[in-house]
């Protein structure tokens, strides 16, 4: 496969975006910095809250404009639905839908809603993403440096023959070109996404760390020792690779841990873990995760807090608790 086009600083002008308005509705993680960071370069940004939510006490210290969803709607050029998956159908329907008129822009971090047509947007609107490849709080604190964090894009509907170009003027505005903007589509970004926060970067990972931990300590390990290596540790090596890549991280570790990693991993990711992976990415491809994680939201989450509780009460986290409170620089408290 041909290696894709990265669009940097230079290639991307911010001009189209500045005499639009913007409309961010929601401001969680991703929608305080997104606002904040429009801001910043320039574009009039409205924020979207109800009367009750606590965030509105957030935009209001952050100095940005607050209105209702519908008021922003009618007044915005570009609508940014900084809103959980799980939501943003019925807001769409109720509140987004009635007050569209053609030629606006609807924007998502995310596809999940315009590929499971939680949303199905009317045709004479454009439809894009610009999803950063980062938390909230990272995009922010990187465009504050001066950094960025890189982004992907993708057109799923071009009515006005300029969604390309404000898409990508939306990705400068954010900081993305500074790191880099890469075009995809959305239905690659939103399975590849939740396929690595299952098999990788969330599932994988605190399964890989839970087994560990209890390998060490059902073989007689102290809990705290376990904890140390097979969690604490696990952000030094995260950071190197992040950094350098995975050959940059064996450059940096000893020679021991290295001749480990290279014999032992393939026997933990067999071929055995890989047919489940693919299990998982043809539940996602096929939409049956979607459809049993909004079924287990209409029903009201008992499965989902069931397992919530029971992760928070397993022994590592106990362990994790009473050795981080001996670190409280791990939360920046000291």
Same mark, same amino acid.
């Given at each position: 496969? @041909?290696?894709a086009k990265i669009l940097t600083e230079k290639e991307v002008d911010l001009r189209p975006l500045l005499d639009k308005t913007c409309a961010v509705i929601g401001y969680?993680? #991703?929608?305080?910095a997104h606002a904040l960071n429009l801001r910043d370069s320039g574009v009039c940004v409205l924020v979207a809250l109800p009367p009750k939510s606590r965030s509105r006490a957030v935009a209001r210290r952050d100095g940005l404009c607050l209105t209702t969803t519908a008021k922003a709607v009618a007044?915005?050029?570009?609508?940014?639905? @900084?809103? *959980?998956d799980? =939501?943003?159908g019925e807001v769409f329907e109720r509140e987004i839908a *009635? &007050?569209?008129?053609?030629? #606006?822009?609807?924007l998502f971090a995310h596809g999940f809603a315009i590929l499971y047509r939680t949303i199905v947007a009317p045709d004479d609107v454009d439809v894009v993403m610009v999803a950063p490849k980062g938390l909230g709080p990272m995009v922010r604190t990187q465009f504050e440096e001066g950094k960025g964090v890189p982004c992907v894009f993708a057109i799923q509907q071009d009515a006005t023959g300029r969604a390309r170009q404000l898409a990508l003027a939306y990705a400068k505005a954010i900081g993305g070109t500074r790191a880099g903007v890469i075009e995809t589509t959305f239905r690659e970004e939103t399975e590849a996404d939740l396929f690595a926060e299952q098999a990788v970067l969330c599932g994988g990972m605190t399964a890989l760390v839970q087994a560990g931990f209890e390998t060490l +300590?059902?073989?007689?390990?102290q809990p705290e020792v376990a904890y140390f290596e097979c969690l604490h540790e696990l952000k030094f090596i995260v950071d190197l690779m992040h950094r350098?890549?995975?050959s940059g991280m064996r450059e940096k570790i000893s020679e021991t841990a290295k001749w480990g990693d290279l014999t032992a991993g393939p026997k933990m990711i067999d071929a055995n873990v890989k047919a489940e992976m693919? =299990? +998982?990415?043809? &539940?996602i491809r096929s939409g049956k995760f979607a459809n049993e994680w909004l079924r287990e939201t209409a029903s009201g989450r008992q499965r989902y807090d069931e397992l919530l509780k029971e992760g928070k009460g397993a022994p590592i986290e106990e362990v994790g608790r009473r050795l981080r409170a001996l670190m409280p620089w791990l939360h920046g408290n000291a």
């Amino acid at each position: 496969m @041909a290696a894709a086009k990265i669009l940097t600083e230079k290639e991307v002008d911010l001009r189209p975006l500045l005499d639009k308005t913007c409309a961010v509705i929601g401001y969680g993680a #991703q929608g305080r910095a997104h606002a904040l960071n429009l801001r910043d370069s320039g574009v009039c940004v409205l924020v979207a809250l109800p009367p009750k939510s606590r965030s509105r006490a957030v935009a209001r210290r952050d100095g940005l404009c607050l209105t209702t969803t519908a008021k922003a709607v009618a007044r915005a050029d570009l609508i940014f639905l @900084a809103l *959980p998956d799980t =939501k943003m159908g019925e807001v769409f329907e109720r509140e987004i839908a *009635p &007050n569209l008129r053609a030629g #606006q822009m609807l924007l998502f971090a995310h596809g999940f809603a315009i590929l499971y047509r939680t949303i199905v947007a009317p045709d004479d609107v454009d439809v894009v993403m610009v999803a950063p490849k980062g938390l909230g709080p990272m995009v922010r604190t990187q465009f504050e440096e001066g950094k960025g964090v890189p982004c992907v894009f993708a057109i799923q509907q071009d009515a006005t023959g300029r969604a390309r170009q404000l898409a990508l003027a939306y990705a400068k505005a954010i900081g993305g070109t500074r790191a880099g903007v890469i075009e995809t589509t959305f239905r690659e970004e939103t399975e590849a996404d939740l396929f690595a926060e299952q098999a990788v970067l969330c599932g994988g990972m605190t399964a890989l760390v839970q087994a560990g931990f209890e390998t060490l +300590v059902s073989a007689g390990y102290q809990p705290e020792v376990a904890y140390f290596e097979c969690l604490h540790e696990l952000k030094f090596i995260v950071d190197l690779m992040h950094r350098e890549g995975i050959s940059g991280m064996r450059e940096k570790i000893s020679e021991t841990a290295k001749w480990g990693d290279l014999t032992a991993g393939p026997k933990m990711i067999d071929a055995n873990v890989k047919a489940e992976m693919r =299990k +998982v990415l043809e &539940n996602i491809r096929s939409g049956k995760f979607a459809n049993e994680w909004l079924r287990e939201t209409a029903s009201g989450r008992q499965r989902y807090d069931e397992l919530l509780k029971e992760g928070k009460g397993a022994p590592i986290e106990e362990v994790g608790r009473r050795l981080r409170a001996l670190m409280p620089w791990l939360h920046g408290n000291a």
